[in-house]
């Protein structure tokens, strides 16, 4: 079946640091991909998303390329700040019928001024 | 605009009591989901729903029930709770078509004991 593989965390970065989270999936046929964010005490909100090979999603400075060849959706930032202090979820949807998200089982990032 | 509103947002249930959880969303959405986030586990489905009348088991179904009788609200039932169900329970919409995003509640805190 279809699962998404996310690196484990915490992961600690200083302000301004680059920041790379892991994440690979197996699926059958051509899923969408996503990165979702969940801030303290809040539900989840979209970051950013890719739905074909080689399509780069991109907001608020993050990034993600969604690489076939390696099953991959890696998220970078080139400089972190305490505000992007959060768990990030990496997920994919089958492009079914019914949008159901797999998802990883999220990185906490935890940035230090 | 409320966007996904659960209630309760907090709850303890003694082993055996039954409750049900209410997510309601204002976006005229036609798809909707109830997740559990359980710590190293990420966000697991449990039941969805593509339209109003119409719901299916997902991920991790046994124990819960759920219905639709409207289109903005998505009740999800625990009949004889368990302390294996303490978790927080997130509920999530998305209009109908591919790789549409989807929208959180900020979720229900469950505690069995």
């Known amino acids: 079946g279809n699962s998404v593989t996310q690196m484990e965390g915490p992961v600690t970065l200083s302000e301004e640091a680059f920041l790379t989270i892991n994440c690979t999936y197996t699926?059958?046929?051509?899923?969408?991909l996503f990165w979702y964010v969940q801030y303290p005490g809040e539900g989840l909100q979209l970051l950013l998303k890719?739905?074909?090979?080689?399509d780069k999603g991109s907001n608020k400075g993050f990034e993600a390329t969604y690489r076939k060849e390696t099953t991959s959706f890696h998220l970078e930032k080139g400089s972190v700040q305490v505000s992007d202090s959060a768990v990030y979820f990496c997920?994919?949807?089958?492009?079914?019928?019914?949008?159901?998200?797999?998802f990883g089982t999220g990185t906490l990032l935890a940035v230090q001024p | 605009n409320a966007g996904v509103t659960q209630t309760p947002k907090f709850r303890v249930l003694k082993t055996g009591q039954s409750m049900t959880l209410l997510c309601a969303q204002d976006?005229?959405?036609?798809?909707m989901y109830w997740y559990r986030q359980d710590p190293g586990m990420g966000l697991r489905l449990i039941h969805y729903?593509?339209?109003?009348?119409?719901?299916a088991k997902g991920e991790v179904p046994d124990g819960y029930n759920v219905s639709r009788l409207k289109k903005q609200n998505f009740l999800l039932g625990l009949e004889s709770a368990a302390p294996s169900q303490t978790s927080v329970y997130f509920c999530?919409?998305?209009?109908?078509?591919?790789?549409?995003?989807?929208?959180f509640g900020q979720g229900t805190r469950l505690t069995v004991v």
């Open positions: 999530a919409s998305s209009p109908a078509g591919e790789n549409t995003e989807a929208f």
């Open positions: 699926a059958t046929g051509y899923p969408s």
């Open positions: 890719a739905t074909k090979a080689d």
């Open positions: 997920a994919l949807s089958d492009r079914g019928a019914t949008n159901k998200l797999i």
């Open positions: 976006m005229n959405h036609e798809y």
């Open positions: 729903s593509v339209g109003e009348g119409t719901t």
